[in-house]
């Protein structure tokens, strides 16, 4: 078994049933398939799947969201994916856009938004009506945005170049906001991922405080600015890809703390996911009691990226 | 940027266009602007720019036609659109045939009585597969380059 002394050293105490956790870290990381609902073709994916003969697993039955066996690159040269019908993602990215409970003619914002899994699956749940905003600063990034928006025919999206603290919008005009930060991505790591990745280099696998700190400062502007962008009655989601208290629970209590009218709500997603609470207390540091309703997604209760999702409303 | 909207004129010009050429009804639009940028037309929601600033947006909407004039040539994202209104312009190929397209080779076709020059959506066992210009007696191609490569690789069309 690997040995993975970042999660060992940090994280023990912390996500429950800890040695599974590490055992989960050893499987290849499944494949799932998000149909597109804007797809124009005229069958759908379990259809797809079916015809193929594909050995697939449909892991939350409320969603059109399918497992399937590998290798990446064979469902990524798909026609089918070229034409939109899906779009490869995570089971645990679905849980923010979801969080959201949208409805079709909003007015949203997705604050980080490449490479665009969540902005394109906001598209599908706003069936393209409303007015979604997308901003991205990396340009690279904005480019696979484009294409992925363009693949999966969202027409409802302007896409601006900026950081998520520039954006040049009035207060208050938006009535919700995806604030899928940047962050220490460490939720994604498992054995198969990281073999032969450039993470190695990047310092994401060991501690590395003066990182950690600048995220930390980075995902506390983002908040503040969603805040002031979130018109009143608005529902924000927070997440990231993280276990790290420090870039969760930590950045929602100093919104909390901040604005006296934000407060989380209860994540209802209209199906049963095996989520674990947000953390009340970490490494000498509590947080208040409702940080319960956030909430912590780990891979050895669903087989899929650690994942953290908090949701507040701005009364 | 802003949208450089078309006016009443130009986009019942549209309309009629696709209505001929596309078999599209005209209330299908009633949900979209256009607006001209760079060569091509782009599809918006109806009144997306009174909803926000978009002089700053990098991009917007979906490019649905390219070409700075008739006849425009319809794109991937038109189809994806458009393609569940389209009773017109539509062609089914063969397994042979849609193959040949993907790897962006001409297909001969006879021309029937009623052949019309222009842009068609090949279709197989009702699938979209491709765009492709029809001339006197062929479809070429236009899947772009950048695909081809990555879809013949994986494409395995069985009857
Ligand atoms: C976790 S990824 C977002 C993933 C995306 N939401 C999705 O589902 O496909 C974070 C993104 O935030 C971008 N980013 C970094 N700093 C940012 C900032 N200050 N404002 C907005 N986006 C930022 C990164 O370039 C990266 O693309």
């Not at chain 2, 390219?66 to 991937?76: A, D, E, L, M, Q």
Request: net charge neutral; with cysteine; proline share 5%.
């Amino acid at each position: 078994m690997m040995d993975w002394p970042l999660f060992s050293e940090r994280y023990r105490e912390l996500i429950p049933n800890f040695s599974e956790f590490l055992s989960s870290l050893e499987k290849p990381f499944p494949i799932g398939l998000r149909e597109n609902p804007l797809s124009c073709l005229p069958y759908g994916l379990e259809e797809k799947l079916k015809k193929m003969n594909c050995d697939y697993n449909r892991p939350i039955l409320e969603l059109d969201y399918f497992e399937v066996p590998g290798p990446r690159k064979n469902w990524g040269g798909d026609i089918d994916h070229h034409l939109g019908l899906y779009f490869m993602q995570a089971l645990s990215s679905l849980m923010a856009p979801l969080a959201l409970a949208l409805r079709p003619g909003s007015m949203v914002l997705d604050m980080c938004a490449a490479p665009g899994g969540k902005t394109t699956h906001l598209c599908g749940i706003m069936e393209n009506k409303g007015t979604l905003v997308a901003t991205e600063p990396d340009l690279n990034r904005r480019r696979i945005l484009k294409g992925n928006l363009t693949r999966l025919a969202s027409f409802n999206t302007a896409i601006y170049p900026f950081k998520g603290q520039d954006l040049p919008f009035n207060n208050e005009s938006f009535d919700c906001i995806l604030l899928d930060g940047p962050c220490s991505s460490e939720g994604t790591f498992r054995t198969d991922v990281i073999n032969g990745s450039k993470r190695r280099k990047n310092n994401y696998l060991e501690y590395n405080r003066y990182f950690r700190e600048s995220l930390h400062k980075e995902q506390i502007e983002l908040i503040e600015k969603s805040y002031k962008l979130l018109k009143k009655g608005g529902t924000l989601v927070y997440s990231t890809c993280t276990y790290d208290p420090q870039e969760n629970e930590e950045v929602v209590m100093h919104a909390l703390q901040k604005f006296s009218d934000l407060s989380l709500v209860p994540i209802e997603l209209g199906f049963h996911l095996d989520v674990c609470p947000g953390v009340t207390q970490y490494n000498g540091q509590s947080y208040c009691e409702e940080m319960a309703l956030t909430a912590r997604l780990y891979p050895h209760f669903i087989n899929s990226i650690g994942f953290y999702v908090a949701k507040f409303i701005k009364r | 940027m802003l949208p450089n909207l078309l006016n009443d004129n130009e986009f019942q010009l549209i309309q009629n266009y696709c209505f001929d050429r596309y078999g599209i009804e005209k209330e299908v639009w009633i949900y979209y602007s256009l607006y001209k940028r760079k060569e091509g037309l782009w599809l918006v929601n109806k009144g997306i720019e009174n909803q926000i600033d978009l002089s700053q947006a990098e991009s917007f909407g979906l490019r649905i036609l390219s070409g700075k004039n008739y006849p425009y040539k319809i794109t991937r994202s038109f189809v994806q659109v458009f393609l569940k209104h389209m009773s017109k312009g539509l062609i089914e190929v063969t397994s042979a045939q849609a193959e040949s397209l993907l790897k962006r080779e001409t297909i001969q076709i006879e021309a029937g009585p009623n052949f019309q020059k222009g842009y068609y959506v090949c279709l197989y066992q009702e699938k979209f597969v491709a765009i492709a210009l029809r001339t006197q007696d062929a479809f070429v191609s236009q899947v772009p380059k950048s695909l081809t490569g990555q879809l013949s690789n994986n494409l395995k069309f069985s009857e």
